[in-house]
């Protein structure tokens, strides 16, 4: 019986670690996304020497990228459970 039992948590807890692998590889995809487009925005800006919108891009980039951090770094499950 001991044995059915830690099959099955070993079996949840890789069910789980996979739901999380692909939750990441898709949050990934979605920051590259807009990481890719404000990067082309910021060399577009340098092609066309258009120096005046350029800093507004760059920022943009560096909020994207500090929200991708803030997103993997902070801890999850700090809010509020929907149970109570």
Do not use: C, K, N
Request: charged residues 20%; proline residues 1%; without cysteine.
């Amino acid at each position: 019986m001991t044995g059915l039992f830690a099959t099955t948590v070993a079996r949840r807890r890789a069910a789980l670690f996979q739901g999380q692998a692909e939750s990441r590889r898709l949050r990934y995809a979605a920051f590259s996304v807009g990481l890719g487009l404000w990067s082309a925005f910021a060399i577009a800006d340098e092609l066309f020497i258009a120096y005046a919108v350029e800093g507004t891009h760059l920022r943009l980039f560096t909020a994207r990228l500090a929200t991708l951090l803030a997103v993997e770094l902070l801890p999850h499950g700090s809010g509020s459970e929907s149970g109570r």
